[in-house]
């Protein structure tokens, strides 16, 4: 294994990939009980037309999820149980573009890393167990469509991008979910769920060969093809549709305003862009900025309302929302404040020290397992060394973030950029919207 170390963190990985192509990453946590690993696979819920063996395949929306529930079958035998009994927590989640699989433990990690990278490898789907998790699964999907702040956000991104998967919500719909079969299931897995698309990471008092050594006995050492996934639709940095309008049953009305960006792509200066859109998103309506507080005063918005910079593969997005009863006059004054600190740029003070508060935090999280395990895998797929952060904020500067806000937040619609995305208001009584 290779060994790197970061005297700035005060940390040290050890690295390998495996014959089979699998990436191990190891931080070693010297003297802490918590283990914690994440087995990761660059397969979520965006990514549902590929080629495979060369033939070309499009599967139905949410098919990653439904993947993700299943994958804790394995025949005749209770994962989650053989887990617990090991004193392991155990848990998994499916994003638009990854889907992670993870346990903590203080004893019997290397047994529970065998089991991990076990059920994850071994497809195991039937016909009669399949349509068992379509009622599990529809229920999930019946509870979504009853929150709020998920149907907001959801009709942002219908009415945010024309052809992107980021359209359709992770877990499909009732109608998609029921056109799943156990063939899709294992087709995705033979596509995605393969060691030289998917990344181990480990944190915390462990041996890094002993890693090495579990992972090569459970995988193999022979590579397997990887489906290719097909491009997303190209989508320019306009909106089909700038407002959307929905009655539910909720106390206030709820808003999501988002403002499309230009894909990011991978490496260093993709995670400078996403670093200098945080940045933005803090110096535009964070809590510590002029006009959150501001609005706050004036009872425009309440502790419910916060935003920030998103990516996805394929694209990347800024947004805010929370509750309010005059959302338009919040959306207005946040275009207002955009035009001004385009124009007149962010104060050098106010930047230094929302640079240091975004910094803190990330030195922060490395004191817990699960974010240090998390952001090594994300950022792994963005060809990023995630403990290389400090540089890339180092080079964030002021000028960036005004640059940022003069190409992104704009009032009317032009050829690149949006007027403000798409404005989405859930709420209880009648409302006259522009």
């Known amino acids: ?19 089979c192509g699998l990436p191990v990453i190891v931080v070693p946590r010297l003297g802490i009980s918590r283990k914690m690993a994440y087995f ?14 060369g033939q070309d395949h499009t599967v139905p929306a949410g098919i990653a999820h439904y993947l993700e529930h299943k994958m804790f079958d394995m025949p005749g035998r209770d994962v989650s149980a053989e887990l617990a009994e090991l004193g392991a927590n155990v848990n998994a989640f499916t994003s638009y573009d990854l889907t992670a699989y993870y346990f903590s433990c203080t004893e019997h990690f290397s047994e ?27 229920q999930e999907i019946g509870m979504n469509v009853d929150a709020p702040e998920s149907v907001v956000f959801e009709r942002l991104m219908e009415g945010m991008y024309r052809g992107h998967d980021i359209r ?30 998917m990344v181990l990471c480990v944190v915390g008092d462990v041996d890094p060969e002993e890693v090495v050594r579990v992972a090569r006995q459970v995988l193999g050492d022979e590579p397997r093809p990887v489906a290719e996934k097909l491009p997303q639709p190209e989508e320019d940095m306009t909106c089909p549709s700038d407002f959307h309008c929905q009655q539910m049953e909720v106390s206030m009305p709820t808003f999501q305003l ?3 960006c230009e894909p990011l792509g991978v490496g260093r200066e993709a995670v400078l862009q996403e670093v200098v859109g945080d940045l933005a998103a803090e110096a535009l309506f964070g809590e510590s900025s002029e006009l959150y507080l501001k609005l706050y005063e004036q009872g425009l ?50 930047f230094r020290r929302m640079k240091r508060s975004a910094f803190g935090r990330r030195i922060r999280d490395l004191d817990s397992p699960d974010p240090v395990c998390f952001r090594m895998c994300a950022y792994h797929f963005s060809q990023f060394d995630h403990f290389d952060f400090p540089e890339v904020y180092e ?35 009648a409302s006259q919207m522009p």
């Open 395 to 429: 080079s964030a500067r002021a000028e960036d973030v005004q640059a940022f806000l003069g190409r992104v937040v704009q009032r009317a619609q032009s050829r690149r950029f949006s007027y403000f995305g798409s404005f989405k208001i859930a709420y209880q009584q």
């Open 112 to 138: 529970s890393l065998k089991l991990l990278l076990e059920f994850v490898s071994t497809p195991y789907f039937t016909e009669e167990s399949v349509e068992k998790e379509r009622g599990i699964i529809d």
């Open 40 to 53: 990761v696979t660059d397969f979520g819920s965006i990514h549902r037309s590929f080629r495979l063996e």
């Open 258 to 260: 988002g403002f499309k």
């Open 168 to 197: 359709t919500p992770i877990l499909g719909t009732s109608d998609t979910i029921r056109k799943i079969r156990a063939e899709d299931l294992h087709l995705c897995h033979r596509g995605f769920y393969v060691p030289g698309n």
């Open 1 to 19: 294994m290779t060994e790197k170390t970061y005297p700035r963190l005060g940390e040290r990985v050890f690295r390998e990939v495996l014959p």
């Open 301 to 350: 918005i309440d502790q419910s309302f916060g935003g920030g910079f998103e990516t996805v593969d394929g694209c990347a997005l800024l947004t805010c929302g929370g509750d309010s009863y005059e959302p338009v006059a919040v959306r207005d004054a946040i275009i207002a404040q955009a035009e001004k600190l385009a124009a007149e740029g962010v104060e050098e003070s106010a």
